[in-house]
């Protein structure tokens, strides 16, 4: 952990002073990123320094649209999350200014509907924003810094079954992984190389 903390801490040294250092920490579906990102976030604030722990997943798509029988696994690349929107209202503003105070409609993974969430942070040092696909190439450009989060389809997937994230039985919980989610971060990795452009890769097994 020393090792991500210092590579961010180095960068955030090289940003200017009126702005957010944005580091990105990604990895395939179960990699423990949220793990991983809030024990660096507790170690960032201890170091005294403000951060922003935002979990791209509150932008997720309804299922109607995030999910498809016809094509599944890219679909779910291509539309899970709303990237766009999220970078556009929240990442980008709060990167610039510091401190943001937005009404947003977010969704949990369960959920059917939005629901309205109010971001607020102010004179934020360090925004560390954590999901899946973040490393899309048309996004890269963006990160000051970029963490990938290195972990086995397969310890993904136990860790995937124990947390029964989205209510769903093991045998629902294998189902989805091996026809939606794993197969779409192999088109992650044909099509972006997130691996590769990363600044630091960290074994989580």
Known sequence: MNEITNLILSKRKEMPAEQSLLAGISGIDASGKGFVTAKLAKELEFKGFSV????????????????????PAENFYENAIRFEE???RLILPLKENRS????????????????????????????????????????????????????????????AIARSQEGLS???TIKAYETIYFPAQKIHFAKDAPQASADLVWQNV
């Open 52 to 71: 922003a722990n935002i979990n791209a997943d509150g932008w997720l798509n309804l299922p109607q649209i995030r999910f498809d029988k016809t094509n």
């Open 170 to 172: 093991a045998a629902e």
């Open 86 to 88: 999220m970078f556009e």
């Open 100 to 159: 943001i105070n937005l009404n947003a409609d977010l969704a949990e993974e369960t959920a059917a509907e939005f629901r309205r969430y109010e971001y607020f942070y102010k004179d934020i040092d360090i925004i560390l924003l954590e999901g899946i696909f973040l490393f899309k190439n048309r996004f890269k450009n963006l990160f000051d810094v970029q963490i990938w989060i290195e972990c086995p389809f397969d310890i993904a997937l136990k860790r």
